[in-house]
């Protein structure tokens, strides 16, 4: 689980700071360390939009 992608979810949704991004979605790996073919098969953890989370994954729960 990216811990890093966490604690900047978790700072903005605290700090009320969610529409600087509008949509902030939590991968389960950094995209900027994955090969281009296995982007799109990662997980995502966590989607936040208008500040409401839309999706959460169950390992979140």
Do not use: Y
């Not at 992608?5 to 969610?18: I, M, N, V, W, Y």
């Not at 799109?40 to 989370?53: E, I, K, M, W």
């Amino acid at each position: 689980m990216p811990r890093r992608s966490l604690d900047l979810a978790a700072s903005l949704l605290a700090a009320g700071e969610e529409q600087l991004a509008g949509r902030i979605t939590v991968l389960t790996a950094d995209p900027l360390t994955v090969p281009t073919v296995g982007f799109a098969d990662l997980p995502v953890l966590l989607t936040v939009v208008d500040g409401r989370p839309t999706h959460r994954a169950d390992a979140l729960s």
